[in-house]
């Protein structure tokens, strides 16, 4: 990798260039080829808006929307716009740069892009010749990935205040849109500690500070999550917006520019050629072959190193340069040798961050003369891929699905307009279908033909895979969306006209919460068969309402019928135990049910007596009461990211729980007894910590263990546990050296999709059905050598339902226990295999995880 040896005298010279001067080159730390003839001064450069050259420190989020504000306010080539706000309140943008001739017939260009994939068949060679080419280039979506952001305000600069013919021309057959902060909430964190532990003069050393940021580091958004994996299950309000725009232009190609580690060089697709999607058109990969060959040109004329095919993959479509194949568009990922800091020492010497900033704008320019120059070829491809798409989609064996709303009516509801986000047309059924023995009734499911624009993104997203031409994955392997929301995805046959109505125009809303039953009714009872039921739970405790569990069905006289119960409802007795002269009041109780059957969408029925026909009383001994929760999480160093993040956002952001986070280091000196729950996502507790985490729930805490504490649950006794072993050098014996590395990694579990057997009338299970999809991602499997009382779900004996597993480690699983649960002292002891809040849309899973954290203290 060619290193640039900086100097601050070279930064210093470039400062003192007159402001006059600098209007006629691009005003960076570094030289580099524009192909411009001049840069109009009537353009605010960056250092006139925010105070520095771009290159010699970072640029915080702020600073980049005041910039981009700045010059759309003083160029008729630029719009502003904002598409949301992130977690912590900050401003999600991009900017829309072409011609002014073509901002005057802006919506004009749209209808007409969306044409292409509404309705193909119908444009014409000919009208394509007149349509402008659609770039839409994005930033640093991994906040501490930086260079990228700082390379998108000086490529706005550059198509703002350029002369000349050949950007005029750029600027007349594209529409450029340019997202600079893909995550703004975690480039601020990273942009802080690094300018905050910069001296005046900055140090290459890596041991320094400011080349080590504290956890959780800036790569992810405020719940710690990677928004790079979020482009198919758009769960975060960064990945909402962002596809919002996607789908609104419809690009033809897509931009991803990232970091890697500083000893690398440069990255750009294709990456390895066996690992592409099988979905992803051959074509496609031609297409990006061949932009490539631009950004070889230009990284070749600055000298800087590169290499393309020998890492990363297209395989998995939740990533930036994945996602766009299975919708008509190219997806490019860049990866550039990280600084990270200002100036980094390497192993080819010393990288400053304008190098950085550097290539990535080159790579910038080189994607806007590929996508210019072959503006035909990327139209006609994204015209035929939605034409042949709509003819797959009439050759295929099924007219469509259908969906079920009978079990896990919200979690179908929130799969719905997961797929809506994607422009997936759903309609209502009108008719009852039986498919595979289910019968769903009309008005109860939703009808999704197969015959529509997005058919290959529906296969892609939905289906079930389980032979791969390749055994290694960047990687997940899997993410079929129905089984993680674990619900009724259905095949049809039916001609869709019989059972459909018209399509659905507006996103599906959450609804189907109902009160029945008398308002002079002695108690509410909460059926356990919601998505956000715990949600309720937290609204009634945070009120101060007693709450009873149900652990055996029973029946009940609702309006003088009988309605049957399952396991895990919850008893809201209207009645409590009152004071000499205390009167009753109940209202307040009736508005928080109001409010949890609109906003939560529970069932609730009001019974008219405490006495039942079938099964225990309401104030029957084996109901539970529910200790008020108060919960704890580890959060800092030694824990994971992943799966505090993870858990972090589905306890406070979904469920609207409050949560403590927890410094595992801090454990020891904690008074842990003001906590009913502690969930554990950290596995290297010190002694003193250890001991006092297993102190708190001797006496009634619930500890619940995330996989990354699997290992400390097992090397502390609270588990009989044992890792599983692979004879690796059985599996080498045939092998030569340069195959071992490639053998070792097929025996992982990069992400893949497993069936759990669960007993449900163990209070972790109440609510769930008796087999459950689970994600699974790591290569340890235990074996769990206790008693067989303490096992919640076991893997079934045909666990794989979807994703790479090789035959060694598919051995491994039959029969195992997946789930858990012991008492332990006076409190209970909580452990689960799997991520059960993977990446936030594993909706099947987080019940069970939540029923830890409800009912975990009541076995």
Do not use: C
Not at 426 to 440: A, P, Q, R
Not at 715 to 733: G, K, R, V
Request: proline residues 4%.
């Amino acid at each position: 990798m060619r290193t640039l040896n900086w100097t601050l005298t070279l930064v210093t010279a470039f400062l003192l260039i007159p402001s006059a001067a600098m209007a006629q080159q691009m005003p960076f730390a570094m030289d580099v080829p524009t192909g411009v003839d001049a840069y109009d001064a009537s353009i605010p450069t960056p250092e006139d808006v925010i105070g520095h050259v771009i290159g010699t420190k970072h640029t915080t989020p702020h600073e980049v929307d005041w910039y981009f504000r700045a010059v759309a306010d003083a160029s008729d080539r630029v719009v502003y716009r904002s598409q949301g706000k992130s977690y912590e309140g900050r401003n999600l943008i991009h900017a829309i740069v072409t011609s002014p001739t073509n901002h005057a017939r802006l919506d004009e260009i749209l209808a007409a892009q969306q044409r292409v994939a509404d309705d193909p068949e119908s444009v014409t060679d000919e009208m394509l010749a007149d349509m402008p080419v659609v770039l839409h280039q994005g930033y640093s979506i991994h906040g501490n990935e930086s260079s990228g952001t700082e390379a998108a305000v000086l490529y706005l600069y550059h198509l703002a205040a350029g002369q000349g013919a050949e950007v005029e021309n750029v600027l007349e057959n594209a529409i450029i849109i340019i997202d600079p902060l893909f995550n703004p909430d975690g480039r601020d964190r990273f942009a802080d500690w690094v300018n905050r532990n910069r001296g005046a003069v900055a140090t290459a050393d890596r041991q320094d500070r400011e080349h080590n940021e504290a956890w959780p580091g800036g790569r992810t958004n405020h719940y710690l999550f990677d928004l790079n994996r979020d482009w198919m299950v758009a769960q975060h309000p960064e990945s909402v917006g962002r596809i919002g725009v996607f789908h609104e232009w419809r690009p033809h190609i897509l931009t991803d520019h990232h970091e890697m580690g500083g000893n690398s060089t440069f990255f750009f697709q294709p990456g390895i050629p066996s690992r592409n999607n099988p979905r992803t058109p051959k074509l496609n990969t031609e297409l990006t072959a061949e932009i490539a060959t631009y950004h070889a040109a230009g990284l070749d004329e600055i000298g800087a190193a590169y290499y393309a095919e020998e890492s990363f993959d297209d395989f998995f479509l939740g990533k930036g340069s994945a996602f766009p194949d299975v919708q008509g568009s190219i997806g490019i990922l860049f990866e550039q040798g990280s600084s990270r800091a200002l100036i980094a020492s390497t192993n080819d010497g010393l990288l400053h961050y304008a190098y950085t900033v550097r290539n990535q704008f080159v790579t910038s320019l080189t994607t806007m003369k590929a996508g210019v120059s072959m503006r035909d070829k990327l139209l006609r491809y994204q015209r035929d891929f939605y034409r042949d798409g709509l003819a797959e989609a009439r050759r295929a064996d099924n007219s469509g699905w259908v969906v079920s709303l009978e079990r896990g009516r919200t979690r179908a509801q929130r799969f719905v307009q997961l797929m809506q986000r994607h422009r997936v047309q759903f309609h209502e059924l009108t008719e009852d279908v039986t498919i595979d023995g289910m019968t769903v009734r009309a008005g109860s499911g939703y009808v999704v033909p197969a015959e529509q624009p997005q058919y290959r993104a529906i296969r892609a997203f939905t289906e079930r895979t389980l032979a791969y031409e390749d055994s290694l994955f960047y990687d997940v392997s899997t993410w079929t969306l129905p089984l993680a929301f674990d619900i009724d995805w259905l095949e049809t046959r039916a001609n869709i006209e019989d059972i459909a109505g018209e399509v659905i125009d507006s996103p599906v809303a959450l609804d189907g919460g109902s009160l029945t039953g008398d308002e002079n009714g002695v108690a509410y009872l909460i059926k356990w068969n919601r998505l956000f039921a715990p949600r309720t739970v937290y609204r009634l405790q945070a009120a101060g309402v007693p709450l009873r569990m149900a652990n055996n069905p029973f029946s009940a006289l609702i309006d003088g019928k009988k309605v049957w119960f399952d396991r895990g409802t919850i008893i809201v007795q209207l009645e409590r135990r009152l004071m000499p002269g205390e009167a009753s009041d109940h209202s307040h109780i009736h508005d928080i049910i109001q409010t949890a059957i609109a906003e939560d969408h529970v069932e609730v029925y009001l019974a008219d007596t405490g006495a039942t026909p079938d099964g225990p009383d309401l104030g029957g001994a084996s109901t539970d009461s529910l200790e008020p929760l108060s919960i704890a999480l580890t959060a800092g160093s030694g824990a994971s990211t992943n799966a505090t993040g993870e858990a972090w956002h589905a306890m406070s952001e979904r469920f609207q729980m409050p949560v403590s986070l927890l410094e595992p280091s801090r454990l020891a000196g904690l008074d842990l007894s003001r906590y009913s729950v502690l969930v554990l996502t950290a596995g290297g507790l010190s002694q003193s910590a250890t001991e006092s985490v297993k102190s708190w729930t001797r006496q009634g805490g619930t500890l619940v263990v995330m996989p990354a504490a699997n290992r400390w649950a097992m090397t502390n006794e609270l588990f009989d546990m044992e890792t599983q072993s692979i004879n690796m050098d059985s599996i080498y014996a045939s092998l030569s050296f340069n195959q071992f590395g490639d053998a070792r990694g097929a025996q992982g579990i990069g992400g893949s999709i497993f069936e759990v057997n669960l007993d449900t009338t163990h209070p972790l299970a109440y609510g769930l059905p008796e087999t459950l999809p689970v994600f699974r991602q790591g290569s340890t499997m235990w074996t769990h050598n206790g008693s067989i009382t303490e096992v919640v779900g076991r893997y079934s004996d045909e666990p794989l339902l979807s994703g790479y597993l090789s035959k060694t480690k598919k051995a491994q699983f039959p029969g195992q226990a997946a789930v858990l649960a012991s008492g332990y002292g006076g409190g209970n002891v909580i452990l689960f295999q799997e991520r059960l809040n993977f990446r936030a849309y594993w909706h099947g899973t987080q019940r069970l995880f939540m029923n830890a954290v409800v009912f975990g203290g009541t076995f």
